[in-house]
């Protein structure tokens, strides 16, 4: 590409304010974002002011129809992924992608009652769409880039030049990974039919799509052709309606949930008989944990992608720094803590967009692509099914 990579971004919240702060830390390629779209105008030129995006809209057709636009960048509600990637692609746009891909988020069902569908149902129409993804794909060769942070964190990137070294001579034989906090920010998360699930999809997808990511490089360097899910899993409850949280007075703990689990357990059998475990959980006070544990026959590697512990506060009385910044979903700044200098950063947000800009610019594969993203949604509902009929499930 000989001029600047041209991108529109739909969603106007959370993920979009800090896909827009990466996109201004791309170097080598230039990049420019041409225009923001919300549900509402309000939040989309709240934010494209904040950010100097020229155009912003209420309706995300402008930025499909809007033939100088390259890239689609989809930072919506779960719910509204699958058919926003059906349009862009047909509409010839490259796309990035939030996790997951897709789910199931109903057919006729109740709005309150889409999470209590029987979870096979779920996964024959969440197989139907991934078909349907794929085929759209193969017709419009557009990028796919899954915008899976982990992958691209500054710690996982060491981790994964150790263990290239590693597989030399060892195997990963368990993989640990757990991704959680006090429950989301997003009123729409607690709702299967707009989420697609409760905190398996929202928080265990991260330390899975790791997982699964880490078996198939593993296997690749190794024997040629990727290793891969081969059974799942896995336990689910919502928390807060357990008897213990009936009788827990004041939690600062997120509640409202509707019909969606806040803690999650999923197990993968790999096709080497190895293992992977990974939670997802909305359960856990002192701000978001992200971690992973990776036992190889050779050696052991852990890291953490957020609670860094890189500069370190302590005050009685937080009133003097209660609009500072300090971790995701930390509930207070009082006492001792750890205010990250950059969780952006050390989250791998820059550098998912600095692999997604070059490969557009430079017309190669993005590190995450459709091939994960499509694994992941069919072992997290490999995993609901699992949880329902109290087995382990075989994706083969
Ligand atoms: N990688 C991560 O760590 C991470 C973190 C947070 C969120 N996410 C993902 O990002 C996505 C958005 O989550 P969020 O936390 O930003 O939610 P949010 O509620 O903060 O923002 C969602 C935005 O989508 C907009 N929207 C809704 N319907 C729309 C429509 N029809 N057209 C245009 N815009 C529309 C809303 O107005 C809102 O601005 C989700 O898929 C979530 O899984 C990823």
Redesign the pocket.
């Known amino acids: 590409m000989n001029r600047p990579v041209k991108v529109g971004i739909?969603?106007?919240?959370?993920?979009?304010a800090?896909h827009l702060r990466s996109y201004r830390q791309v170097y080598g390629v230039p990049v420019e974002v041409v225009a923001i779209?919300?549900?509402?105008k309000i939040?989309?030129e709240k934010l494209a002011k904040t950010y100097n995006v020229p155009n912003y809209y209420d309706?995300?057709r402008y930025i499909i129809d809007d033939k100088s636009i390259d890239v689609v960048d989809?930072?919506?509600?779960?719910a509204?992924?699958l058919p926003m990637v059906l349009e862009a692609a047909r509409a010839g746009k490259h796309i990035i992608c939030?996790?997951?891909l897709t789910g199931y988020f109903g057919r006729k069902e109740p709005d309150d009652e889409v999470g209590t569908t029987p979870k096979r149902e779920m996964l024959v129409k969440v197989r139907e769409d991934l078909k349907l993804v794929r085929k759209v794909m193969a017709e419009n060769p557009v990028k796919f880039c899954y915008?899976?942070?982990w992958i691209y964190a500054p710690a996982f990137k060491k981790a994964l030049e150790l263990m290239e070294k590693c597989f030399v001579s060892g195997s990963i034989l368990e993989i640990r990974g757990d991704e959680s906090h006090s429950g989301?920010?997003?009123?729409?998360a607690k709702y299967w039919k707009h989420?697609g699930g409760g905190a398996m999809a929202?928080l265990a997808a991260?330390p899975i799509a790791a997982g699964l990511f880490l078996k198939q490089y593993e296997g690749e360097k190794k024997y040629g052709k990727p290793v891969t899910a081969k059974e799942v899993w896995a336990d689910t409850v919502d928390l807060t309606r357990t008897e213990a949280f009936k009788h827990a007075k004041n939690s600062p703990l997120g509640t409202g949930w509707k019909d969606v689990e806040t803690w999650s357990q999923l197990t993968i059998t790999f096709t080497d008989g190895t293992r992977g475990i990974f939670f997802g959980a909305d359960d856990l006070l002192g701000g978001m944990e992200s971690e992973i544990e990776i036992r190889m026959t050779n050696c052991r590697l852990k890291f953490r992608l957020c609670l860094v512990r890189d500069c370190q506060f302590y005050i009685v009385d937080p009133a003097p720094v209660e609009d500072v910044y300090f971790n995701e979903k930390q509930e207070t700044r009082a006492g001792l803590s750890f205010p990250n200098p950059d969780e952006e950063w050390t989250?791998g947000?820059p550098h998912e967009i600095q692999d997604f800009m070059e490969a557009i610019a430079y017309n190669r594969a993005p590190l995450t692509g459709l091939e994960l993203a499509m694994q992941l949604v069919e072992v997290l509902y490999a995993g609901y099914v699992s949880c329902e009929e109290g087995r382990k499930i075989s994706l083969e």
């Open positions: 739909i969603g106007a919240g959370f993920a979009g800090f779209a919300g549900k509402t939040r989309a309706d995300y989809l930072v919506v509600p779960n509204l992924h939030e996790k997951p915008a899976d942070n989301s920010h997003a009123e729409y989420a929202r991260h989250l947000y």
